[in-house]
């Protein structure tokens, strides 16, 4: 991969998936859907991967008008997991959003890949929330070939940079007497990544080029409870209902990751980074 764009560039697991590319020396145009919405941290997101030459940022309006950008060559990374654990499904309904990232999407050529991060409840049953059903809405208008996109389904990711929509990042904040704002929950609480290694097993399959649905796991039983107990959460863990079989015509592939950070060195780093970024502000 040479280049790539990344639709709300500074949402999670978006921005992780941003500076991974960066690090690999891949140009990135980060495209920000809606700046009117406050984006916690937006200057420190930006201070680190804005001195990267590799890295330009563009609001929606700005990059719809471009022409100087070959449609080909070029993957394209949506993350509609970010947009629901943020709670940033209306985006989805906001008509001059969808229009310019559909008609980006299907005005490419060649065989460059799409990729769509997704919440792991996707793939667990054909009944949907009303919130949920927004994004499965939102696919079906895409439209998208399968053999041109790879969709990858994400249970709670959790590590720097992690939302106060998660219990983990609530509690961590708590037990440091920080003020929490966090909505509602939506994680999967039948597993757990540390983003490092969700990371690591997605990027793998990105360079693969191999299109298809994979469900990233753990591999370990009640991660997510481990994870939990870790924190002392009283949380109570959900059990799968991911049955690996087919949704929207697509087979769904289990992805265990290859190695799983220790629970005490992924959190360690989740409140170092905690730490040192309420020390900056103040």
Not at 133 to 145: A, E, G, H, S
Not at 212 to 232: P, R, T
Not at 256 to 278: E, G, M, N, R, W
């Amino acid at each position: 991969m040479d280049k790539a764009v990344i639709f709300n560039v500074f949402d999670f697991v978006s921005f992780h998936f941003c500076k991974a590319l960066l690090n690999n020396g891949v140009e990135v145009n980060g495209v920000v859907l809606d700046k009117s919405q406050q984006e916690p941290y937006l200057d420190e997101k930006r201070l680190e991967v804005g001195r990267n030459a590799n890295f330009n940022e563009y609001s929606l309006s700005d990059w719809t008008v471009r022409n100087d950008e070959p449609i080909s060559k070029t993957n394209v990374i949506i993350s509609l997991y970010d947009l629901y654990m943020l709670h940033k499904e209306n985006l989805l309904e906001n008509k001059s959003v969808t229009k310019s990232i559909l008609q980006y999407v299907n005005e490419r050529e060649g065989k460059d890949l799409i990729v769509i991060l997704l919440p792991s409840q996707l793939a667990a049953s054909s009944k949907f929330s009303n919130t949920l059903n927004i994004f499965n809405d939102f696919l079906t208008k895409m439209n998208i070939p399968v053999d041109e996109t790879q969709f990858f389904y994400l249970p709670t990711i959790y590590g720097p940079w992690q939302p106060e929509t998660f219990l983990f990042q609530r509690k961590i904040l708590t037990n440091l007497n920080r003020k929490v704002q966090g909505q509602g929950e939506r994680e999967d609480r039948t597993d757990a990544l540390f983003i490092d290694d969700a990371l690591d097993a997605m990027l793998e399959i990105i360079e693969s080029k191999k299109p298809g649905s994979y469900f990233f796991e753990s591999g370990k039983k009640a991660y997510w409870k481990l994870c939990a107990e870790y924190l002392q959460i009283d949380g109570k863990p959900l059990d799968s209902e991911f049955s690996g079989n087919i949704v929207g015509n697509r087979k769904i592939v289990r992805v265990p990751v290859k190695s799983v950070t220790a629970i005490d060195d992924s959190f360690s780093k989740q409140i170092d980074h905690i730490q040192q970024l309420y020390s900056n502000i103040l």
